[in-house]
C-alpha cells in the first residue's frame, strides 16, 4: 500500500508540476467550438420540467440541457458542457402538492404552478401569492456517473430499468464507511483551502477585469439575497473555500476527480472551517473539520471518523452553471478571484485530460457498473443512502 501511495503521490505531483510550467501559456479547455450551441440560453430557451418518486417522496425536476453535435468537436471539450443547469425539489409544500410546469423566456423563473406563483431556478417563489416561500430542498448535485455508481452501486438510473441486484457494503471498524477504496493521495492541507476568499464584482468583470469564459462552470449560492459564484478553474486547485454568505458561515467543497460540489452550513459551528484531508474514498475528497480532525463524506456532509462521528451538516442548496447563465440571471453577483494567495495556473485543468479519457486517476475498485461512460456529467438525487441518477437527455 505504502508502494502504491507513494506511485500516485508521485502521478499527483508531476501533473502540478506540469501546470506549473505552463503557467503563461493560460489555455481555456473548456471552451466550445463557436458553432456548438452549448451552455447559452439565448439560442436555446426551453425548459424542462418533470415529476419523478424516489424514496416515497414526490419530486419536481426542472432543468436545461444542451447536446453537442458535431462529431468535429474536439477529445478536450469537457462533456459537462451539455449541461445549462438542473435542480430538484420536494413537491410537497405545507401537505400540498404543487403542479408545476415550465415558463420560458423569464429566466431565471422556470416554472408556475397551479396557484400562480412562479418559482426560479433556485426554489424561490418571486410572484404570487406565496412570495417569499421556498421548496424543500434535497440533497442534489452534478458529478461524474462513476462516483454515484461507485458510493451507491446499482444505482437508479432514469429512463432506465432498476437492477434487482443490491450491494451490501459494510462499515469498517471506527468508520462509517467501507474503507477498501480509500487511499492516501497527499498530505493533510496538502492542497490548500481558501480561507479568505477574496471577490470581483459583475462590473469589475465587465470592465476589463479577470472574467471566465462564458461557457466556464460555475458553483452558485444565492443565501439571503447576496448571490456569489465560485468558478470551477479555481476549484480545481484548492477543492475547499470557507466563506460566509448572507451572514451565513459556509464551507464550499469540490472534488474536481469527481465533478461532485457539496456546501455545508456551519452555522452551528460557526468558528469552524473545513479543509483538504489528502484521503480519497473512491476518488472523492474526504474533507476534515479543524476543530476537531474529524474526517467526512463529501457527498452526504456526513462524518465518518473521529470525535464527530455519526454527525451530519445541513447541506445547502447550490446551482452549477455556466458563468454566461449565472451573471444573466444575477448581474449583482460577485466572483471569486484568482487573488487567492496562491501561485496557480488558474485555468489549466490540473489533471490533463482526465476529464475525457476512460481512465482512473486513482482506482475505484468498487465501480463496476458500464450503464453510463464512466465520466458521463449526471445529476444525482441522494436521499436515505440511495441515489438516483439522471443523464444529460432527461432534460431535453
Not at 501546470?19 to 481555456?28: P, R
Not at 458510493?151 to 437508479?156: F, L, N, S, T
Not at 448572507?246 to 467543497?253: K, M, N, R, W
Not at 471569486?336 to 482526465?354: A, C, V
Amino acid at each position: 500500500m505504502k508502494t502504491k501511495i507513494w506511485i500516485l503521490s508521485l502521478i499527483l505531483g508531476g501533473i502540478l508540476l506540469g501546470c506549473q510550467s505552463a503557467k503563461d501559456e493560460k489555455e481555456d479547455i473548456s471552451t466550445p467550438p463557436t458553432n456548438t450551441p452549448v451552455n447559452n440560453p439565448n439560442q436555446d430557451k426551453s425548459i424542462h420540467v418533470f415529476y419523478d418518486e424516489f424514496e416515497n417522496t414526490n419530486i419536481v425536476l426542472v432543468g436545461r440541457a444542451s447536446l453537442i453535435t458535431d462529431n468535429d468537436v474536439p477529445n478536450d471539450v469537457d462533456a459537462s458542457l451539455i449541461w445549462d443547469f438542473a435542480n430538484a425539489f420536494d413537491r410537497e409544500l405545507d401537505g400540498q402538492l404543487l403542479d408545476l410546469t415550465s415558463v420560458r423566456d423569464e429566466f431565471p423563473i422556470v416554472m408556475k404552478d397551479q396557484e400562480g406563483n412562479k418559482w426560479d431556478w433556485l426554489g424561490n417563489a418571486v410572484e404570487g401569492p406565496r412570495t417569499g416561500a421556498k421548496l424543500n430542498e434535497l440533497n442534489t448535485g452534478m458529478g461524474f456517473w462513476m462516483i454515484f455508481g461507485a458510493m451507491y452501486p446499482r444505482p437508479e438510473i432514469h429512463g432506465t430499468p432498476t437492477l434487482n441486484e443490491t450491494i451490501d457494503v459494510q462499515a469498517a471498524e471506527d468508520w462509517g464507511i467501507a474503507t477498501d477504496n480509500v487511499v492516501r493521495a497527499a498530505g493533510l492541507n496538502g492542497i490548500p483551502s481558501i480561507n479568505a476568499p477574496k471577490f470581483s464584482s459583475y462590473e469589475e468583470t465587465s470592465e476589463g477585469g479577470e472574467a471566465p469564459e462564458l461557457s466556464d462552470l460555475v458553483v452558485g449560492l444565492n443565501i439571503n439575497g447576496e448571490k456569489k459564484a465560485y468558478p470551477h478553474f479555481i476549484l480545481d486547485y484548492h477543492e475547499v473555500v470557507n466563506d460566509i454568505v448572507g451572514g451565513v458561515p459556509i464551507s464550499l467543497t469540490y472534488c474536481p476527480l469527481t465533478g461532485t460540489a457539496k456546501i455545508y452550513d456551519l452555522s452551528q459551528h460557526a468558528s469552524d472551517f473545513f479543509g483538504v484531508s489528502g484521503l480519497l474514498y473512491n476518488s472523492n475528497l474526504m474533507p476534515f473539520d479543524a476543530s476537531t480532525s474529524s474526517i467526512w463524506h463529501q457527498l452526504e456532509g456526513r462524518c465518518v471518523n473521529g470525535a464527530r462521528m455519526g454527525e451530519t451538516l445541513p447541506i445547502l442548496s447550490h446551482i452549477e452553471t455556466s458563468w454566461e447563465s449565472w451573471k444573466m440571471a444575477y448581474p449583482e453577483t460577485e466572483i471569486l478571484n484568482t487573488d487567492t494567495g496562491f501561485d496557480r495556473p488558474y485555468g489549466i485543468y490540473p489533471y490533463g485530460d482526465y476529464k475525457t479519457n476512460n481512465e482512473f486517476l486513482l482506482s475505484i475498485l468498487a465501480f463496476e457498473d458500464d450503464r453510463l461512460e464512466r465520466k458521463d456529467r449526471v445529476f444525482a438525487i441522494i436521499i436515505n443512502g440511495r441515489a438516483k441518477v439522471y443523464p444529460a437527455n432527461s432534460f431535453f
